[in-house]
């Protein structure tokens, strides 16, 4: 079955940037996903399914994004290799704005491979490959390093890393 991939990423990237100016779309990017998916990344693979939990981890997820001055995520290129007849891999190069807590602006570039299963009458995403997010933020100093994490008191984020970095 013929899909527009680039479409569907353009069409994620949009329900992204809905979620960080605050739309509630979860059930609209949790629609994207399988039943069931699979998550790999420096920390190691995971399983997802759409359920509750997923529902949190999306909400803290946009929280998070918030909080660190993302403003914006675009699919700017994608590149696909079918599998077989229902199955595609796609590569998607993203670009993402941020704000800086000094005012300054920051553009990030990073991709994600994704797994899809085309088999249907729109793809689903049955699971992704995705970078160290949270090394990227620290170079960038979006968060503080590890280091200065555990150096300086007061409030930490109440999202575990592992469930930052698993929401592309």
Do not use: C, W
């Not at 329900?15 to 420096?42: C, H, Q, T, W």
Request: charged share 25%.
């Amino acid at each position: 079955m013929p899909h527009n991939i680039p479409a569907f990423f353009e069409s994620y990237a949009n329900l992204y940037n809905r979620a960080l100016a605050g739309e509630s779309v979860f059930d609209e990017i949790m629609d994207r996903f399988s039943a069931k998916f699979i998550a790999a990344g420096p920390q190691g693979v995971s399983t997802g399914k759409q359920d509750a939990t997923f529902r949190r981890t999306l909400q803290k997820g946009y929280n998070f994004y918030r909080q660190i001055g993302t403003r914006k995520m675009t699919a700017k290129r994608v590149e696909t290799t079918p599998i077989d007849a229902n199955h595609t891999m796609a590569k998607v190069f993203y670009g993402a704005d941020y704000i800086k807590g000094d005012g300054s602006p920051l553009k990030i570039e990073f991709d994600v491979t994704y797994f899809l299963d085309t088999s249907r009458v729109k793809p689903k995403i049955f699971g992704f490959v995705a970078g160290d997010e949270m090394a990227i933020y620290r170079q960038h100093g979006l968060i503080p390093h590890e280091s200065q994490q555990l150096a300086k008191p007061g409030p930490r984020s109440r999202t575990p890393e592992s469930d930052r970095h698993r929401l592309h």
